[in-house]
């Protein structure tokens, strides 16, 4: 992407942003805003949109790890502390999750194979 077009599609972001907040009490919204801040390469305020998603509660370890538009920060020490704590937050919950049932009330494995799969 060109400075140019860059520059001109961090503006138009920043303007939705004003225009529809909804960045501001989603924490999904939170992470997406910060992946496209992170393809814009405005790392900054991308690290800062992450950090607050995880905050918030969107802690999905596998986006994190995934998502092709934070591929700019991937080197970046932030995105490492990040995904430590997003692990961190995973943990917990698939720790949660099993010790109260969560896999026999959706009827899957731990391992995450549907057991009427596994039935039929």
Same mark, same amino acid.
């Given at each position: 992407m060109e400075d140019g077009d860059s520059q001109k599609s961090l503006d138009a972001l920043n303007r939705a942003q004003a225009a529809f907040p909804v960045h501001?009490? @989603?924490?999904? =919204?939170? +992470? +997406?805003?910060?992946?496209?801040? =992170?393809?814009?390469? @405005?790392?900054?305020?991308a690290l800062e949109f992450l950090s607050l998603a995880i905050d918030e509660g969107y802690h999905c370890l596998y986006a994190l790890l995934h998502e092709p538009d934070l591929e700019p920060l991937r080197l970046h020490h932030h995105l490492t502390e990040l995904v430590n704590r997003a692990t961190v937050l995973d943990r917990h919950a698939r720790t949660v999750f099993l010790d109260n049932g969560g896999d026999r009330l959706l009827g899957v494995h731990s391992d995450g194979i549907l057991l009427s799969s596994v039935l039929n």
């Open positions: 501001t009490s @989603d924490p999904e =919204a939170r +992470f +997406f805003q910060g992946c496209l801040l =992170a393809k814009l390469n @405005d790392a900054g305020r």
